[in-house]
C-alpha cells in the first residue's frame, strides 16, 4: 500500500482502512521519534560530570521560576570546565520541549540569559526555537493533518484556502503569532502544517519572530536571582515594545494591500 504524501490532503473518498491504516502508521512513527528523544535526553544527563548527591535533584526540566534558579546554580558551576556539555544539554533540552510542544521553555530562555552571553544566548534561543518548532511542524504534519483531514474535512479544506489566499504574506504573519503573546507557540507548531502554512515561512517567522520576547527573557535572566515569578520577566515597557514590533511586522502587508487595490 503506497503512503500518501503528508502535504496532500486526505480525501473522504479513500477508504476508510487505508486511511486508518496510514494513521496508525503515523502514530507509530511519533511514539519511535519520541523514545529516541528521549534517549537522546538520557545520553546527555549520563555524560554529564558527576554531580554532588544534593544537585542531582536540580537537574530536571524547570517548571517554574524556582526550578530555573535551582538548575541555573548547579549549571553555573560546571559551566566554566564543562562548557560544552552544559551548552548542549540546553540545547537538546528546549528542541526537546519545543518538539513535542510541552511547557518549559520560557524558563529555558530565562536560564541561558544567566548561563551564556547576551548574544550566544540569543542565537541558541531563535535556534533552538526554530529546531524544535520545525520538527513539531512535521510531527503535526505527519499525523495531526491526517486526523483533521479525516475527521474534518470541510473545516480544514476552509482554513488552507485562507492560507492560500494570504500566501504572499505569510512571513509577516508568522512574525506577528511570534512576536505577540496571544496565541502559544505550541499552538501555532502544531495548527500550521495542518492549515496549509509552507515550512520555509514557518522556519524564518520562528527564528525570528522569537527574537524580540527571548530578547526579554534572556535580559531577566541576567538577574535570575531576583526574579520570584515568571511575571517578573515581562514588564509593561517590554509588552508595549513587543506590541510595537509585531505592529511593524504588519505593516508591509499593509502597504502591499494598499498598493494593490490602488493599481487594480
Known sequence: MRPVPANIPISAERPEEEVLGST???????????????LALMYVYTNFPNLEEHEKQHI?????????????????????KYYFEVLSGVCVTYIFLQTFAIPGSLFLS??????????????????????????????????????????????????????????????????????TPFVPN???????????????????????????????AIQAGQTLQNITSSNDTFSWTSVILLTVFAVLSMIPVLLRDRFKNKFE
Do not use: E
Request: proline share 6%; with cysteine; aromatic share 14%.
Open 110 to 179: 530565562i536560564l541561558s540569559g544567566f548561563l551564556f552571553p547576551f548574544f550566544v544566548a540569543l542565537v541558541l534561543v531563535c535556534s533552538c526555537s526554530a529546531i524544535g518548532a520545525s520538527l513539531c511542524y512535521l510531527l503535526s504534519q505527519l499525523l495531526g493533518r491526517r486526523i483533521v483531514f479525516r475527521y474534518f474535512p470541510d473545516r480544514a479544506r476552509a482554513w488552507s484556502q485562507t492560507v492560500h489566499k494570504h500566501k504572499n504574506n505569510l512571513l509577516n504573519y508568522m512574525l506577528f503569532l511570534r512576536i
Open 24 to 38: 496508525r502508521g503515523a502514530i507509530v512513527s511519533v511514539l519511535i521519534i519520541f523514545l529516541c528523544s528521549i
Open 186 to 216: 505550541w499552538f501555532i507548531n502544531l495548527t500550521a502544517p495542518v492549515i496549509g502554512v509552507p515550512l520555509y515561512p514557518f522556519v524564518m517567522g520562528t527564528f525570528l519572530g522569537v527574537a524580540p520576547p527571548s530578547f526579554v
Open 60 to 80: 530536571k526540566i524547570p517548571w517554574d521560576i524556582t526550578d530555573a534558579k535551582n538548575l541555573g546554580i548547579v549549571l553555573s558551576r560546571y559551566k566554566d
